[in-house]
């Protein structure tokens, strides 16, 4: 069984940054898939980035040029570098992972089958 748990939520000024991470357990193939999801109160959930056990990533339009998704390989552990927060960035930023090599590794991908509890991101002026 794997577990996915996010750690590095918190509030940040607008212009600030934070990092949030993410630790896969249970799993022990590389072959898979790992990404942030954010989702607000009364609106749909939201695709922020995705990586792939080769390294390549994806992002959402929102968040391009100030997010950068890595990974610790060693460590099983996805980090989300967030940088110029804006407002509204604030949300509940969920990571997940799914399994399937042969299923794209997007954000766009609704097959995610492991996800964390999420951890609440405040960006205040």
């Known amino acids: 069984q794997v577990q996915v748990v996010e750690s590095g939520g918190g509030s940040a000024q607008v212009g600030g940054s934070l990092r949030l991470s993410c630790a896969a357990s249970?799993?022990?193939?590389?072959?898979?898939?790992m990404g942030w999801f954010r989702r607000v109160p009364g609106k749909e959930r939201e695709g922020v980035a995705t990586?792939?056990?080769?390294?390549?990533?994806t992002y959402g339009d929102s968040v391009k040029g100030r997010f950068t998704i890595s990974k610790d390989f060693a460590k099983n552990t996805v980090y989300l570098q967030m940088n110029s927060l804006k407002p509204e960035d604030t949300a509940m930023y969920f990571c997940?992972?799914?399994?399937?090599?042969?299923?794209?590794?997007?954000?766009?991908?609704?097959?995610?089958?492991?996800w964390g509890q999420g951890t609440q991101v405040t960006v205040s002026s």
């Open positions: 997940a992972a799914h399994l399937r090599p042969a299923a794209p590794c997007s954000i766009l991908y609704r097959g995610f089958g492991y």
């Open positions: 249970g799993y022990t193939d590389s072959t898979y898939c």
């Open positions: 990586i792939d056990k080769y390294g390549s990533t």
